[in-house]
T-cell receptor, first 112, second 114 residues
Framework: GQQLNQSPQSMFIQEGEDVSMNCTSSSIFNTWLWYKQDPGEGPVLLIALYKAGELTSNGRLTAQFGITRKDSFLNISASIPSDVGIYFCASLKGNAGNMLTFGGGTRLMVKP | DTGVSQDPRHKITKRGQNVTFRCDPISEHNRLYWYRQTLGQGPEFLTYFQNEAQLEKSRLLSDRFSAERPKGSFSTLEIQRTEQGDSAMYLC????????????FGSGTRLTVV
């Protein structure tokens, strides 16, 4: 079945540092989504990508849809303590139901 | 109504008991999804509704699980004869049919089976 591999699994960084995480798959996808999940809450959509090569920013966040359509990365610049959480990539294969497949997540910890 | 609402937020139950969770989607959203998330993993799709019709069910949804959306608004997810392996966060999400964005998730119901 579909599988999204996220790396790294966890990161412990100093406040102010930039962060980069990525997501790869053996399958081609039409859409890449990046979500953030805080403890005890549901995932919240950060960025959506729809076209190969697309680069999209949302404040300090930047994400790119890989040219091969099999990968995506998310960068966070100048991290702050509230960036702590789990970041998930998710894909949408364009099926009728719009079911999402999620990666295993990258846990980000920020040291003030 | 500004988001997806789930109730209860937490549920502790003894093995073998039945439990039911409720989800109230964003009012104009006609699609409603249930996902399950175990510790350290991403959410996994369980089932979805278009209005009141249940259109897709994952193999994860064993015959002990049943979901309904009787009037196309709120939905319930029932687990019968709970097992310890059912312990997880159960997430509900909703969207508009034509949307190819990710959907809006609720805060989830955390189930612990003891």
């Amino acid at each position: 079945g579909q599988q999204l591999n996220q790396s790294p699994q966890s990161m412990f960084i100093q406040e102010g540092e930039d962060v980069s995480m990525n997501c790869t798959s053996s399958s081609i996808f039409n859409t890449w989504l990046w979500y953030k999940q805080d403890p005890g809450e549901g995932p919240v959509l950060l960025i959506a990508l729809y076209k190969a090569g697309e680069l999209t920013s949302n404040g300090r966040l930047t994400a790119q849809f890989g040219i091969t359509r099999k990968d995506s990365f998310l960068n966070i610049s100048a991290s702050i303590p509230s960036d702590v959480g789990i970041y998930f990539c998710a894909s949408l294969k364009g099926n009728a139901g719009n079911m999402l497949t999620f990666g295993g997540g990258t846990r980000l910890m920020v040291k003030p | 109504d500004t988001g997806v609402s789930q109730d209860p937020r937490h549920k502790i139950t003894k093995r073998g008991q039945n439990v039911t969770f409720r989800c109230d989607p964003i009012s104009e959203h006609n699609r409603l999804y249930w996902y399950r998330q175990t510790l350290g993993q991403g959410p996994e799709f369980l089932t979805y509704f278009q209005n009141e019709a249940q259109l897709e069910k994952s193999r994860l949804l064993s015959d002990r699980f049943s979901a309904e959306r009787p009037k196309g608004s709120f939905s319930t997810l029932e687990i019968q004869r709970t097992e310890q392996g059912d312990s997880a966060m159960y997430l509900c999400a909703s969207s508009l049919t034509a949307s190819n964005y990710g959907y809006t998730f609720g805060s989830g119901t955390r189930l612990t089976v003891v």
